[in-house]
């Protein structure tokens, strides 16, 4: 097994099986079309969805429409799930964010604060065999909306993910926060090895909740989107 650590801000992370619930065999080397991750409210774990052919407007539901794989860490619930490779194809990530809004007593207030801090993953080299999922805990109040973007130049990965910040002398997060931030760390392994430093990538937006980012003309563009937009 191994654990794909993405978050600066961690502690002792707990491990247990995740759930692949289909076989999926490789069928082949060519590619076959485009393969969609989703989620729902009432079903927070990680759905696929495969092209018919390779048209980008037709789908349909991979395993029978149950899921694929499911956490058991953290909330036990993912929502915004995003799948990411590096350029070689040799090894995948599902990384999402940990929130179960179908939680008992769950209030959004009390997730921005201390529900939702960490973020989901899971590592694998065909897209078929998942290893454990992980979740990285931070002193974030909550940590949304992960995507990630494989940099070839500098052969890393750029993870980016909302989170608001409280201070260090308010370990129970019930004072004010800093404003909802755009966030980034950067990895070259696969390993265990956890980041040190995270960056803040945007400080112009008033709430910023998530951001998506491709890999374009040697450089990471940049698509946030605004809180109420």
Sequence with gaps: MRVFAFLSMV?????VEALPANDLSAQNQEYVGYLI???SDP???VQWHLSNGKSASSFKS????????????????????FLTTGAARSEYFIIATDLDINAPDFAW????????????????????????????SATAGMA????AVWDGPTKQYYVFWAARHYAASDPEHKGAATLNRIRYATTKTSSSSVLRKTTMLLKTLALSIRSSCIWASQAICSLPKERDC
């Design 37 to 39: 991750s989703t989620f």
């Design 144 to 147: 949304w909306a992960p995507s």
């Design 43 to 45: 079903t927070p774990e």
């Design 109 to 136: 207030d009390l997730a921005t604060r201390n529900g939702s801090r960490g973020l989901v993953v899971w590592p694998s080299k065909d897209l078929v065999n998942w290893s454990k999922p992980s979740v990285e």
């Design 62 to 81: 991979l395993n029978g429409g149950k899921p694929v794989l499911t956490s058991d860490v953290g909330t036990k619930g993912v929502r915004d799930i």
């Design 11 to 15: 502690f002792s992370a707990s491990l």
